[in-house]
């Protein structure tokens, strides 16, 4: 499956943005799908995932109660709106999908190209 993120640029801290991700070349309703970031100088690190049913989302305690993941199986899309953004959000976003349900801090099996988010204070 290749997956294509969209939906980064710059915003003040307190505004939003939405991401999507579209997926092609596979059975995205067969892909549980998650958002990862990193950010300059650091770690790829997880922020969200939803199972392909588009249940049980699970968020990093960073972003929890901030960002909401969600998707659209009908348009081969994730989302990942981000509410009250932090100059701490700043990072590259990557789209990622996995056939099996493993833990968080498993990297999925693919990986979309990354979408810049800046946030400024």
């Known amino acids: 499956v290749q997956l294509q993120a969209s939906g980064g640029g710059l915003v003040q801290a307190g505004g939003s943005l939405r991401l999507s991700c579209a997926a092609s070349?596979?059975?995205?309703?067969?892909?549980?799908m998650a958002w990862f970031r990193q950010a300059p100088g650091k770690a790829r690190m997880f922020v969200a995932r939803?199972?392909?049913?588009?249940?049980?989302?699970v968020y990093s305690d960073t972003v929890s109660g901030r960002f909401t993941i969600s998707r659209d199986n009908a348009k081969n899309t994730v989302y990942l709106q981000m509410n009250s953004l932090k100059p701490e959000d700043t990072a590259v976003y990557y789209c990622?999908?996995?056939?099996?349900?493993?833990?968080?801090?498993?990297?999925?099996?693919?990986w979309g190209q990354g979408t810049l988010v800046t946030v400024s204070s």
């Open positions: 070349g596979g059975a995205f309703r067969n892909y549980h």
């Open positions: 939803i199972t392909r049913g588009g249940v049980g989302a």
């Open positions: 990622a999908a996995a056939p099996i349900l493993s833990s968080t801090t498993t990297p999925p099996d693919y």
